[in-house]
Each structure stands twice: as C-alpha cells, then as structure tokens.
C-alpha cells in the first residue's frame, strides 16, 4: 500500500489550496479514503471522508462548508479542495486509507495571516 499526498504550500488567509493523494498497491475502489491533519505537537485530527464510491462525504466541523473531499476511482486518487482557508487550517495533511494503519507521508499546508 502506497499513498502520495501532493498540492500543499504557502497560501494567504481566504486563498485555496487543492490537495491530491495518488494511491496504490490495493484495490481503491473498496475502501473509503480519509485526510487528516497534524499541528505541530498535537494529535492528528480527522478532516473529512468519502465512501468507496463516492458518495457521502463527511467532514469536521472545523472545515465543514469549505472543505470538499473527491476521488477519481478509475485514477486511483483522492482529493481535498480547501476554500477559504485559514492560518488555523495551517497544518501537515495526510491521507489515510479508511481507518487502517496504511498513511502518506503528509504534505504542509501553511497559510498566512
């Protein structure tokens, strides 16, 4: 199992950043895909999830409204689009595959004041 987060940078307050995860080594299409997050010297914390197929994405209350999480099945890829951002949104973002143990190695978002 192999997921690669890519897309994360420095970004002004109110800015956008898009936020992909290439995954391989299992079958995408049966697992749901999560992204987290980490500030330094806290837990990781959930952002969001989307179905194995799909639908019914989920997200934190925190990022709820400007965060929006897709995947392409036939790519083998996860995305995270983050609007409006914020320099509490200021984080390393990894992707996860469901709730398993299997983790990117994360990719920083930063965003200024």
């Known amino acids: 199992v192999q997921l690669v987060e890519s897309g994360g940078g420095l970004v002004q307050t109110g800015g956008s950043l898009a936020l992909s995860c290439a995954a391989s080594?299992?079958?995408?299409?049966?697992?749901?895909m999560t992204w987290w997050r980490q500030t330094q010297g806290q837990e990781r914390a959930w952002v969001g999830d989307?179905?194995?197929?799909?639908?019914?994405?989920d997200y934190s209350d925190p990022v709820k409204g400007r965060f929006s999480i897709a995947r392409d099945n036939a790519r083998n890829m996860v995305y995270l689009q983050m609007n409006n951002l914020k320099p509490e949104d200021t984080a390393v973002y990894y992707c996860?595959?469901?709730?398993?143990?299997?983790w990117g190695q994360g990719t920083q978002v930063t965003v200024s004041a």
């Open positions: 989307i179905s194995s197929d799909g639908s019914m994405p």
């Open positions: 996860r595959r469901g709730k398993s143990d299997h």
């Open positions: 080594g299992f079958t995408f299409n049966q697992y749901p």
